[in-house]
């Protein structure tokens, strides 16, 4: 067997061997195969790409924003040209299954296409006489070098929130990806590349803590991009800000779906076990918990044991595959530990999906659907983001409680209500102190041309990522007000 392929890093239009003394493995989390090594670029790399970034930031903010996009369109060709290989890639390193890869592809493709529309959607706006001969106008001008820190979950879609709007307005790019899944972004720095980017638009460096730490302090770096967990979200949103930089920090989550008696059962578990157990609940959009309210208790419980207890587990590269491993060895035993913790909180295990194998793939990652009942509100379990394919059940006696359980968490990223009755839908899409709402979804992510939102714990900044957050993001207005003496002027 050969060795594992070190990779590098993309600097200045080149590929670059990083003078890293630390390397992580990189390892399917289905097969333990090491896939390649990813080095932990020092401090003075990431200065190298944001330099490089900053000279060419000045000939390409001047360059025609209908030009810019041009690279944009390509970008989105080879996406759909490679887009079976780029799948693959993300189920090897991912884990997840290839459908969805697949999926999580498409979406970040949408971001791509949303902001080929730059041109129209970076406009400003204008007064023609706001005063006697005096005219005002905004426009909107991008930052400089700007920086993305991505996490493990959405290697393919999580860079294109951010990258297709940072440099359809005119910005450079430095992304940092997770060191977990690092050879998704290299896919799409590839691609980038072949489009005849001008070098140092987009730049790629490889690492962990000392990366970041280097972005956030970076004097040329104009503003940060984050999504991960809560606990790093918050630490580089103070870091960046600290440093007077712009930050948007996207966090975790723990949410839950509120299950009234009117709900069509059938459908409602198959969407809820979709979003518990989709990803391997390694999605930040996961329902990991359900407060059922009155009689919905029993149908519900039903319909979810059948699905916890009859999903597919297994390589995401095989079709028929409905959930794939965890991300690392060791993401597995603390959920397994976190199950334990729930039982010991007095939670009833229902579906246990501790110390299970796939047959044929022993040194995966596997950790099968889990369904807890009785999760106690005062518990950790009730609060804590579990991260994998655990789902626990709540009871409440009405709407108004449930929903003062889902707004009692200390996350706000999704919640979602599963109901035939108008009147209840509305009462919960205006109380539920959440960002992004779902009513009988499960997985309410936004489309490329919203934002996607996310409160209290969850998010820390003000614009979010995507569509006319991401342009706002990326730009700073400037306001004119001229006056230009004239022959017209002068007649008054
Ligand atoms: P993570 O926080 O461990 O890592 C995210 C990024 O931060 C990586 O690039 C990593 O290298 C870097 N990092 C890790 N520790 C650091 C430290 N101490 N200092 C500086 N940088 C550090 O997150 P993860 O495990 O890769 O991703 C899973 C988390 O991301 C979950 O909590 C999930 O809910 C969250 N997430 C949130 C959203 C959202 O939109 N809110 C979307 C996807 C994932």
Known sequence: MSDPAVLHNFIGGSWQQSAATEFLDVTNPATGEVLSEVPLSPA????????KGAKAFQAWRRVPATER????????????????????????????????????LWRGIENVEVACGIPSLMQGYNNEDIASGIDEHMVRQPLGVVAC?????????????????????????????????PSTSAWLVRLLSETGLPDGVVQMVHGGRAAVDALCDHHDVRAVSFVG?????????????????????????????????????EMTGRIVADSAYGCAGQRCLANSLAVTVGNARGPFTEVMLEAAGTRRVGYGLNEDSQMGPVITHESRLRIERLIGVAKDEGARVLVDGRDRVVHGFERGNWVFPTLLDGVPRDGSTAATEIFGPVFGLMHADSLDDAITLINRQRYGNMACLFTSSGAAARQFRSEAEVGNIGINLGVAAPMAFYPFSGWKDSFFGTLHAQGRHGVEFYTQTKVVVERWPSAWTRRF
Not at 44 to 51: K, P, S, T
Not at 173 to 178: C, E, G, Q, R, T
Request: proline residues 4%; glycine residues 8%.
């Open 149 to 181: 820190i991505t996490p493990f979950n959405f290697p393919g879609m999580i860079p294109l929130w951010f990258l297709p709007y940072a440099i359809a307005t005119g910005n450079c790019f430095v992304l940092k990806p997770s060191e977990k899944v």
């Open 229 to 265: 967990s809560t606990a790093v979200a918050r630490y580089v949103y103070a870091r960046a800000t600290g440093n007077g930089k712009r930050a948007q920090c996207q966090g975790g989550a723990k949410n839950a779906a509120i299950i009234l008696d009117d709900a069509d059962m």
């Open 69 to 104: 996009v041009q690279f944009l369109f390509r970008f989105k060709n080879l996406l759909e040209e490679h887009f079976e290989a780029i799948a693959q890639t993300i189920t090897r390193e991912c884990g997840k299954t290839i459908g969805e890869s697949r999926g999580e």
């Open 44 to 51: 003075g790399e990431v200065d190298r790409a944001v330099q």
